[in-house]
Nanobody, 115 residues
Framework: QVQLVESGGDLVQPGGSLRLSCAAS????????MAWYRQAPGKQRELVAL???????YYADSVKGRFTISRDNAKNTMYLQMKSLEPEDTAVYYC?????????WGQGTQVTVAS
């Protein structure tokens, strides 16, 4: 059974940085496009960034230049380095395949950007 576990969320001041991690169990990680999503209060879940198995990358316009997605296939782990955080980045962040599969949505990790 595949599990995706997000970690690294925290309360951070505007302009601060965080690194999120997504640890995957099972063999699904290496061969698939993986993605970070987020859901802010009262809003729909949105795609933040994705990375293919060959490390091609896409970013949503709202995070381009501030966030960096990466993956370590040897560790079955994906990362999201976030810098210059803004209050608008406050959300629960999730990792999943792309497109997201209902079976793999986890609890997410809360990122709160506030002073």
């Amino acid at each position: 059974q595949v599990q995706l576990v997000e970690s690294g969320g925290d309360l951070v001041q505007p302009g601060g940085s965080l690194r999120l991690s997504c640890a995957a169990s099972g063999s699904i990680f290496r061969a698939n496009t993986m993605a970070w999503y987020r859901q802010a209060p009262g809003k729909q879940r949105e795609l933040v960034a994705l990375i293919t198995s060959s490390s091609s990358i896409y970013y949503a316009d709202s995070v381009k230049g501030r966030f960096t997605i990466s993956r370590d296939n040897a560790k079955n782990t994906m990362y999201l380095q976030m810098k210059s955080l803004e209050p608008e980045d406050t959300a629960v962040y999730y990792c999943n395949l792309f497109p997201g599969r209902s079976l793999y949505w986890g609890q997410g990790t809360q990122v709160t950007v506030a002073s």
